[in-house]
């Protein structure tokens, strides 16, 4: 169960969606019952099924930045990538660098428009810490001269269609380095036909950094040191989720974002308390799930902290069976992926 090989499984490269589905809900629902084993492929349209009134479906209103920056280096001219993972404070970022050999502390990185990156520090993973010019509208630059972050497995260029596809419907908070994948298959109108049967919808906030994607290196699972990301959790929402425990309804959560969030604020009766900070959490097999019931997510990386995830929410043997059907049945895996819905 600890070991990161059970958790490998083999991807025909064709089968790694580069491009999102022609609408949002018109991607496939994979549909997995925990209890009777039994899987089913679907329409996402027809996920609207699986919901009763006074059920809550939980989102993540995180919104996508624009944080890949493109300059050169005032000391030796080399092109430069900037990634930023995490604002510190006004103008000042946690990024990542490539080629990072090519950039030391101290050094200034021209961007856009004469603008300036001083590198302040290297952090202890190895990223660095840059400051900004203190005059600039920082998100107003980036928004004009960044580019969405897609992620490595995606191999082209971001263009102008992904600067909304790759964002969910109701992102709302910027901060985000990577999209919750889970909510890019919901439309307003699904949203909306979902308020219409009665089902309560909230928001959490979890700003999804780059260690979503970053590979588990040690074989032995609980080796593996998470990385941190910020969530809030509001009073209205903890309230909305703890009336629906209390009076025996469905918590559906939207991403393992949300699932992390809000297992994160949750306690062992299963009520969730409202708050901010930072979460850590890793949640693998052998953990206990104290608040959600069913899980939407997408079709995750081999070996990584999200497979374990939903491996937790249901089972390893039950996960290798689902995903070896997705890939006869050349479902389309990853971000821009078709759906799995565990209830």
């Not at 970022?93 to 290297?122: A, F």
């Not at 949203?191 to 040690?218: A, M, N, Q, W």
């Not at 699972?221 to 809030?232: A, N, P, R, S, V």
């Not at 069976?321 to 997705?326: G, K, Q």
């Amino acid at each position: 169960m600890y070991e990161l090989s059970e958790y490998d499984y083999e991807l025909p490269r064709e089968l790694i969606a580069q491009e999102p589905s022609a609408v949002r809900d018109g991607s496939r629902l994979l549909v997995l019952e925990r209890k009777s084993g039994n899987i089913n492929i679907m329409g996402f349209r027809e996920i609207i099924d699986f919901f009763s009134k006074g059920d809550v479906l939980v989102l993540n209103d995180t919104k996508v930045i624009p944080a890949r920056l493109y300059g050169v280096s005032e000391r030796n001219s080399a092109e430069i990538e900037i990634l930023l993972l995490k604002e510190i404070e006004d103008n000042t970022w946690e990024i990542m660098i490539k080629p990072g050999k090519k950039v030391r502390s101290g050094d200034r990185i021209i961007l856009q428009n004469g603008v300036v990156c001083l590198i302040s520090r290297t952090t202890e993973n190895g990223n660095r810490i840059a400051v900004f010019d203190s005059e600039l509208d920082f998100f107003g630059f980036i928004n004009r001269h960044g580019h969405i972050p897609l992620p490595p497995y995606i191999e082209r260029d971001d263009n102008t269609e992904d600067k909304s596809r790759y964002q969910t419907v109701y992102a709302k908070v910027p901060g985000a380095a990577a999209a919750p994948t889970a909510g890019l298959h919901f439309t307003r109108e699904l949203l909306e036909d979902l308020r219409k049967k009665g089902v309560d919808i909230v928001s959490v906030l979890l700003h999804v950094g780059l260690g979503t994607f970053r590979p588990i290196k040690t074989e032995k699972i609980t080796d593996h040191k998470m990385h941190k990301e910020y969530y809030e959790v509001s009073t209205e929402a903890a309230e909305t989720i703890n009336n629906a425990k209390s009076k025996g309804k469905k918590i559906f959560a939207v991403g393992t974002t949300v699932a992390r969030t809000l297992e994160t604020v949750g306690q062992d009766s299963g009520l969730v308390r409202p708050g901010s900070g930072e979460t850590g959490i890793f949640i693998y097999p052998g953990c206990r799930f104290k608040v959600i019931d069913h899980l939407i997510t997408n079709f995750h990386l081999p070996k990584s902290t999200l497979i374990l995830l939903v491996s937790a929410f249901s089972s390893v043997e039950m996960i290798k069976r689902a995903y070896d059907l997705a890939i006869k049945e050349n479902m389309r895996f990853f971000s821009y992926g078709d759906a799995m819905l565990i209830i």
